[in-house]
């Protein structure tokens, strides 16, 4: 049982050591986002694309399985006099276990983290961001909601496309490779998902998307491609939420970019939200979208997912925890686009020059 205490000890050292570890962000671009994960994304996000069913889902429950057969057979074997003690070592050795999965997790994904986010990769300015230009960017943001509204209902989304719109944004901001994307699935936690009011997530442990099955159409495109935004090593959720409404909005897809515009409208200003009008189309797209949103929706369960997630990515980095989402808006007024409509790079300066937007 000592050994065994000890391998325990060992892993959590290790667990910290994989957390923690001072490596430089450089590194971690180079070696890592655009190395080992960018090798493993390649090669494993096509193999669960192929599985009709969510390997997480299936990973969870093997791991849960194993975990009570592996306690209860311990604790039956073990005289009742004992089992006291052998329950603190499953204590022990699950905490050991569990330190192991830290490793895995920041091998798998995690430490995407450590890269630089996309307001340090970009020309934003926070000066840029005025009245006038929140004024003239909501005006955009109603027009495609109002001029696409009819096509967007046409048509169902062609992923292709959608891909076509996200690659050059990811490789704009550091991805040296084509990030494959994942297919969306849906998860036998679907439930929670709705009750929390969770849209989607990535899985690090699986390489593939689980979306919220009862998203109406027009929320498909922009909560895939955010998605999609943490498969190719984007963790920050401000981030993400960037990427997948520039994507969606530089699409000439009408569905695409009408999904883009839906998702950006409630973050809008509520004066540019009042002053500017909505075809009843729309605003019947946003009522179907509450209904759907509020028809399982448990504030009790809701407040504490967001608390423990907003403490998770805290702790791994993300200063302002769940508030990140909203940033997005900001990035998007207060970053020059170019004729693509890709983000122009931040201004690389060199002593005695005064350097000039990169658009590459």
Known sequence: MTRALALDAFAVILACIAALAPIPRGTIESAYANGVFAAMNRALVPVTDRVPFAVGDAEAIVVLLA??????RALRRTPRRARRRAALALLAHTAGFAALGIVLFELLWGLNYRRATAVARVDYRASRVTPDAVARFSERIVAILNGDVAAAHAETLDRAKLRDAFEPVVARLGDRWDAAVTVPKTTLLEPYYEAAGIGGQYSPFSFETMLNASFLPVEVPRALAHEWSHAAGFTDEGDANYIGTLACLRSDDPLIRYSGAFWTYGDLPAAQRRRLKLDPRVVADFRASR??????????????????YDRFLRSNGVRGGVASYGFFLQLLVGTPLDAQGLPMRRVRRTPGSAGARSPT
């Not at 975990?67 to 209860?72: A, D, E, Y």
């Open 67 to 72: 975990l009570v057969v592996w306690w209860v």
């Open 291 to 308: 209904e759907r949103f509020l028809r399982h929706y448990q504030p009790r369960i809701f407040a504490v997912q967001w608390n423990v």
